[in-house]
């Protein structure tokens, strides 16, 4: 179930995940945790129009880049990378934690999960294809290392599934 979403009601028997808030699961592989991260990265280039476009709120990107750093040691002993979206934690909450036995079948599969608030998810996505449209296939392949077509699996498999 590599780069898939789950909400917490797919497995909780209908209830929406936390106290008056939901829970959303991104389940992506490494290298698709990667392709997110170095497109992460170039939000920078672009804060001051997403800020202009109000797509971004002051503070996001620098969050977003904290986060997924904060992720990158423990992705690269894990199979993959589960990104919790809490609707129900604080604006400014951000958590990473130690690898985790995987919720599969397969024995021995690590995970490493990251948990931040739910609106800060669909504000990321919303700010990596905005950024991918501006760069391009050939700029967005030299300041990244991944070409257009692996990036849009990425954000495809990042988005994908909300119900």
């Not at 592989?29 to 990265?41: L, N």
């Not at 919303?126 to 700029?139: F, I, K, N």
């Amino acid at each position: 179930m590599v780069g898939s979403r789950m909400n917490s009601s797919d497995t909780d028997g209908g209830r929406r995940g936390g106290v008056g808030g939901s829970q959303l699961c991104i389940l992506l592989s490494k290298k698709q945790f990667e392709a997110i991260r170095q497109v992460t990265y170039q939000l920078r280039e672009y804060e001051e129009n997403l800020l202009a476009d109000r797509t971004a709120s002051p503070g996001v990107v620098a969050t977003l880049i904290e986060f997924v750093n904060s992720l990158k040691s423990l992705a690269e002993q894990a199979a993959r990378v589960r990104i919790i979206a809490d609707d129900s934690c604080g604006t400014n909450f951000i958590s990473t934690s130690a690898l985790r036995a995987g919720l599969s079948d397969l024995p021995g599969e690590w995970e490493a999960v990251g948990k931040l608030p739910g609106y800060l998810t669909d504000n990321w996505l919303s700010m990596m294809r905005d950024a991918v449209s501006l760069l391009g296939g050939r700029e967005l392949f030299l300041r990244t290392g991944y070409d257009l077509d692996e990036v849009r699996d990425a954000l495809v498999e990042f988005g994908s599934d909300r119900s």
